[in-house]
């Protein structure tokens, strides 16, 4: 099962149970401009293809998108053609195929994460953003409107970030100033307050996460080093959220990073686009992966299947 084309910065989710949307971004690294359709939509298709839709207004490159309980996907912040953080948001609506434009973020964010609460706001935290990579703030669909929120307890970028079953959401991994870390958060919303929680046996930045149906979180790939020294972090690890620790999980046959995990209806999680690093050079990945929670894997087509 392969995108229309590969991509190496995407963002993806379900709508109507088993579509899956992503946004895409630089087709490589060696072409970084982005082009008109540099932020589109794939949407899967009823036979496992993918079906391309409305590309978004304005092109960007390492922001988020995040369905609404509405089924409309909010697309916040990223990073232009010169690399600078940008405010502007973007609605999609998937049974229109048509974006609007929404309420600006108070401040331009790329390398950040966004997460939808139990109360129907997105948290976006963190990235690269000004004041400071500490900020954090809240998205009301209802009211289009944003609202300051507690800041994280140190700057952190290139993180992700999961909505748990209590209503908190884990912030795992990512990047400080003293570079990748294997460090975890909880934010409670209600409270509006940070704590630690259990830390990654491995550090990583743009790690992808996932909850499965079971409540607990799965985390895999990443990048380790910088340059030229990068290095795709090859395993998967698993957080229960009642002890607050973390286990190691069966790792895909493809190391990668820039990717999405989106668990599926059947409780399968798909691992959808991304990048590996191999012999300093950036190779894309329009191949997907589906991984189920026991650990005994196989492959077909370049499809890997976790049964």
Request: charged share 10%; aromatic share 6%.
């Amino acid at each position: 099962m392969a995108s229309r084309s590969p991509r190496w910065t995407v963002a993806s989710g379900l709508i109507a149970g088993a579509c899956v949307v992503l946004c895409g971004a630089c087709v490589s690294e060696s072409q970084p401009a982005l082009g008109p359709e540099a932020v589109g939509v794939l949407r899967q298709g009823s036979t496992g293809g993918w079906l391309p839709a409305a590309p978004i207004p304005e092109a960007r490159a390492r922001h988020t998108a995040t369905l609404l309980p509405d089924g409309r996907v909010l697309v916040a912040g990223g990073c232009d053609r010169s690399d600078d953080p940008i405010a502007s948001v973007y609605l999609y609506d998937p049974a229109a195929e048509a974006w609007t434009s929404a309420a600006p973020l108070p401040n331009g964010a790329c390398f950040h994460a966004a997460t939808l609460l139990a109360t129907g706001e997105v948290l976006v935290a963190g990235g690269i953003q000004q004041p400071s990579a500490t900020s954090t703030s809240r998205y009301d669909p209802a009211s289009d409107t944003w609202a300051p929120a507690a800041p994280l307890p140190e700057p952190r970028w290139s993180h992700c970030a999961a909505l748990l079953s209590s209503g908190a959401v884990l912030v795992v991994g990512g990047s400080t100033a003293a570079g990748d870390v294997a460090s975890a958060l909880l934010y409670y919303p209600v409270a509006d307050e940070w704590s630690a929680t259990g830390s990654l046996a491995a550090s990583s930045y743009w790690p992808a996460c996932a909850v499965l149906h079971d409540g607990r979180v799965l985390v895999s790939g990443g990048m380790t080093g910088s340059d030229p020294q990068y290095e795709v972090v090859a395993g998967a690890e698993l957080y229960d959220p009642a002890t607050g620790a973390w286990s190691p999980a069966a790792a895909p046959s493809v190391a990668r990073t820039y990717h999405t995990l989106t668990t599926l209806p059947a409780g399968e999680v798909l691992a959808a686009a991304g990048i590996e690093i191999a012999s300093d050079m950036w190779v894309s990945l329009a191949s997907t992966c589906a991984l189920s929670r026991s650990p005994v894997g196989g492959s077909c087509d370049g499809v890997q299947v976790v049964e």
